[in-house]
């Protein structure tokens, strides 16, 4: 184990906000949400992670076995459900967004209030 | 104990069950049971708040208690603090729920299902214990209120603010994550008592940690708008309706302060102890930064809902401020404010809701002197805008002569209640302003932008006067005005907010199901100075509002100064990469501040 998974988390996270800095298109922003959102799944995993460990599953094997962590894997697994969730609420004002004003660039849209 | 998990069921399953027989039962019979389950749920919190009177009753699901102080389940933690929050939030939402009808024009049967599932979380978030269920409590509450604030989907500017509150507040809980994870990594726990312990045991804060704090709070401070997070909050609140507006700007930004004081004082207190100062001055200089930053948007804005929505930006700067000097009598003065102000804020967003629905706009010039038959509702805006200023004996002031006790008694910080009278007159003033041009109709009506008086379409025909909707509005500035009155209250705050920072003794009761009555604290009686500050930024108030009435700021203001406000106004753009862009730097900034400072 070394310090890798942790530059990828921190490297998911930075793409994901320039992304999100520099997006022009709604569907393209809620995409890079979603890959800054990521970082976290990997920094989670990468926490629990022990070489050499097999997974925290102990019906096939004795309960000295060495394992990874079982409760990051649960927090990632929660936090994808989480995240699809306001994933999917953000898509769907983007087809609200499209259907009713005609554009999905978010500036335009701002540009049109009040 | 049973009574901490029903009442996070309740509204929970009362949410499902509304949301699946909406379309058989009829939108009357669906609200009668949203409002039914709310006002249970407020029930249940205020059996909560009365038995959390005595020792910390900690609640481990499904009975998975720690075994020599290493907790493996979940806990809540119902004391005083949170129960208090979870009641006025459920109090809150019963009235949005009661209002709603009256003030959204989208019949949209989902929206008593959606307050309800929000409410849910909120008191979730009130009683957990630990950074996993804030976490998901967090977001729960927030996907909720997006999608609020988005629901009148047919003009552009909700759906703009739902995207912007969407897009600002996830990326703040992603942030918030990565902290939980750092904190997880160091520690191996995700109980608050038990990662302060481990940290604690581990000696001086390092750079992870400090990081991890910074990444915590940050994610907290998103949701609580405080500047440079705060640019998501005036979209989302200026577009959403007046009822959904009363229950976030009364409760839900005020939980992320909630959040941090949580965190702060059950995990960090004691790994960073010695570093106070440094904590102080961050959390001090963001609350002044977003209480001025607001004050001045507020006074600004013709538009009544975004004034507000800056009003609560303002508050909510206050209110960190006075946390920010980490002592107990400021922490109970913020909870005071944070609760009266609640009731002020509602009762100005019925009042607001009121005028939009009788004239079909909340524009301050389209509606200069229409409102002179609503003495009632004026007289709302107009307590509630001296009861934000300050003014004795109306509740707000008793909260800030709280925070003024404990400024004193905090060295170095005993200019704090003239550096918060500042925003806190210039906002009464807004409000003043706002009500004596609708309600009044004195000085000129603002000038009409000609480019956004074409995009609007023609104002509706007035609608009769609403006798419920103007009962709704002084009830709620009575509570404002009368919350420093009630018997005993200041002197339970007190405990609560003492309570709340013996992280010792909390750590005990939780880790090893330990028996501490909290000791009863007396509130003092607010000081002179207290009651001379408030007097002199209420007259302030009046005098900035009428000289804001008459025009006469604007047009012989010095340049520098018009151009400073058009700047602000400029960064307040609506474009969200803008946002994203200040939150990031934002970030960048509360951390290498703490590592100076902490390490």
């Given at each position: 184990m070394n310090g890798l998974p942790y530059l990828v988390a921190a490297w998911l996270l930075v793409v994901g906000v320039y992304g999100m800095v520099t997006s022009r298109h709604l569907v393209h922003l809620v995409v890079c949400l979603?890959?800054?959102?990521?970082?976290?799944?990997v920094l989670l995993l990468a926490v629990g992670y022990r070489d050499g460990a097999a997974a925290p599953v102990f019906k096939s094997q004795p309960a000295s076995t060495p394992v990874v962590d079982p409760i990051v894997q649960t927090l990632t697994l929660t936090d994808v459900v989480v995240e699809a969730t306001v994933a999917a609420l953000l898509l769907a004002l983007t087809v609200q967004v499209k259907k009713r004003f005609g554009t999905v660039d978010p500036d335009e849209l701002a540009a049109m209030r009040d | 104990?049973?009574?901490?998990?029903?009442?996070?069921?309740?509204?929970?399953?009362?949410?499902?069950?509304?949301?699946?027989?909406?379309?058989?039962?009829?939108?009357?019979?669906?609200?009668?049971?949203?409002?039914?389950?709310a006002a249970a749920t407020a029930a249940l919190c205020a059996v909560l708040v009365v038995r959390a009177g005595g020792p910390?009753?900690?609640?481990?699901?499904?009975?998975?208690?720690?075994?020599?102080?290493?907790?493996?389940?979940?806990?809540?933690?119902?004391?005083?603090?949170?129960?208090?929050?979870?009641?006025?939030?459920?109090?809150?939402?019963?009235?949005?729920?009661?209002?709603?009808r009256r003030l959204t024009e989208a019949a949209d049967p989902l929206f008593h299902a959606l307050v309800l599932v929000l409410l849910a979380a909120m008191v979730g978030f009130c009683l957990g214990a630990d950074l996993f269920t804030l976490f998901v409590f967090f977001e729960l509450m927030s996907v909720c209120a997006y999608a609020l604030v988005a629901l009148r989907s047919a003009e552009p500017s909700p759906l703009q603010g739902g995207v912007n509150f969407a897009i600002t507040n996830s990326l703040g809980a992603i942030l918030l994550l990565f902290g939980v994870g750092l904190l997880y990594g160091r520690t191996g726990a995700l109980n608050l008592a038990?990662?302060?312990?481990?940290?604690?045991?581990?000696?001086?804060?390092?750079?992870?940690?400090?990081?991890?704090?910074?990444?915590?709070?940050?994610?907290?401070?998103?949701?609580?708008?405080?500047?440079?997070?705060?640019?998501?909050?005036?979209?989302?609140?200026?577009?959403?309706?007046?009822?959904?507006?009363?229950?976030l700007a009364g409760a839900f930004t005020e939980l992320g302060l909630?959040?941090?004081?949580?965190?702060y004082w059950n995990v960090f207190a004691e790994p960073f102890a010695g570093h106070e100062g440094a904590v102080r001055v961050v959390f001090v200089v963001l609350g002044l930064a977003t209480a001025l930053v607001g004050a001045m948007m507020a006074l600004e804005q013709r538009h009544l809902r975004r004034m507000l929505a800056f009003v609560t930006t303002s508050?909510?700067?206050?209110?960190?401020?006075?946390?920010?000097?980490?002592?107990?009598?400021?922490?109970?003065?913020?909870?005071?404010?944070?609760?009266?102000?609640?009731?002020?804020?509602a009762a100005l967003f019925v009042g607001v809701g009121a005028l939009e629905r009788r004239f079909g706009t909340i524009d301050a010039g389209e509606l200069h002197g229409r409102g002179r038959d609503m003495p009632f509702t004026g007289a709302a805006f107009a307590v509630a805008g001296l009861a934000i200023a300050g003014l004795p004996p109306l509740g707000p002031f008793w909260g800030k002569g709280l925070v003024d006790h404990g400024a004193e008694l905090v060295p170095g910080f005993a200019w704090l209640p003239w550096a918060i009278a500042v925003p806190s007159l210039l906002i009464g003033a807004a409000v003043l302003r706002a009500g004596a041009g609708i309600f009044v109709g004195i000085g000129e009506p603002p000038r009409v932008d000609p480019s956004t008086r074409e995009a609007r379409e023609e104002p509706e025909p007035p609608e009769g006067r609403d006798p419920i909707l103007t009962a709704a509005a002084l009830l709620l500035t009575l509570a404002a005005v009368g919350l420093g009155a009630a018997p005993g209250l200041l002197d339970a705050t007190l405990t609560a907010a003492a309570a709340a920072l013996d992280t010792e003794a909390v750590h005990a009761a939780v880790l090893f199901g330990a028996q501490v009555t909290p000791a009863e604290l007396g509130a003092p009686f607010p000081s002179a100075l207290a009651w001379a500050i408030g007097i002199l930024s209420a007259c302030a108030a009046a005098v900035v509002a009428w000289i804001a009435l008459l025009g006469?700021?604007?047009?012989?203001?010095?340049?520098?100064?018009?151009?400073?406000?058009?700047?602000?106004?400029?960064?307040?753009?609506?474009?969200?990469?803008?946002?994203?862009?200040?939150?990031?730097?934002?970030?960048?900034?509360?951390?290498?501040?703490?590592?100076a400072g902490l390490t």
């Open positions: 979603t890959v800054a959102q990521s970082s976290t799944y | 104990m049973t009574v901490a998990s029903l009442a996070i069921l309740v509204p929970l399953l009362a949410a499902a069950l509304v949301a699946g027989v909406r379309t058989s039962i009829g939108r009357a019979a669906g609200e009668a049971l949203a409002v039914t389950a910390l009753d900690v609640l481990w699901l499904g009975g998975w208690a720690p075994v020599d102080g290493m907790p493996v389940g979940i806990a809540l933690t119902p004391d005083v603090m949170g129960g208090g929050m979870a009641l006025f939030s459920a109090l809150l939402a019963v009235v949005a729920l009661l209002s709603s038990r990662i302060g312990d481990v940290l604690s045991a581990q000696g001086p804060p390092d750079a992870l940690v400090v990081v991890a704090f910074a990444l915590v709070a940050g994610g907290l401070l998103v949701k609580a708008a405080v500047v440079p997070f705060h640019f998501w909050l005036a979209d989302a609140y200026a577009a959403a309706s007046s009822p959904v507006c009363l229950l909630f959040g941090l004081v949580r965190v508050t909510i700067g206050i209110s960190l401020a006075a946390i920010g000097l980490l002592e107990a009598h400021a922490l109970a003065g913020a909870m005071v404010w944070a609760l009266a102000d609640g009731c002020a804020k006469a700021a604007r047009s012989n203001a010095p340049a520098p100064a018009r151009s400073a406000m058009q700047a602000m106004r400029d960064l307040h753009s609506g474009h969200v990469g803008d946002y994203v862009l200040w939150l990031a730097a934002g970030f960048v900034a509360l951390g290498g501040a703490l590592l």
